[in-house]
């Protein structure tokens, strides 16, 4: 079964860093790409960053202050997050969907397999 675990979240103070974890089981990074996604209270979920064998994605948002990156080897994937702000603050979910060989998506609705998400909040 294909299983998505994410970790990491917690309170931080603005400007402070995060790195949060994904890991997964049941598949391999060169099957599914991998997105990272948030949703704050009363917004919709949306996509912050992802990777594919053939691409790497991240919204302008976070752009410059947040970097996705892989462990092949723990089957494992990380976002980095810096420079936190309040408005960062939401649930992040870590999510496996499309073939690798393509482009990845920033779009929810493409990805079938999720983990159960992480709280990040910012906050002095």
């Known amino acids: 079964d294909v299983q998505l675990q994410a970790s990491g979240g917690g309170l931080v103070q603005p400007g402070g860093s995060l790195r949060l974890s994904c890991a997964a089981s049941g598949f391999t990074f060169d099957e599914y790409a991998i997105g990272w996604f948030r949703q704050a209270p009363g917004k919709e979920r949306e996509g912050v960053s992802c990777?594919?064998?053939?691409?790497?994605y991240v919204a302008g948002s976070v752009k410059g202050r947040f970097t996705i990156s892989t462990d092949n080897a723990k089957n494992t994937v990380y976002l980095q997050m810096n420079s936190l702000a309040p408005d960062d603050t939401a649930v992040y979910y870590c999510a496996a969907g499309l073939p690798s060989s393509w482009i990845c998506s920033s779009r929810p609705r493409d990805y079938n397999y999720w983990g159960q998400g992480t709280q990040v909040t910012v906050s002095s």
């Open positions: 990777t594919s064998d053939s691409s790497t």
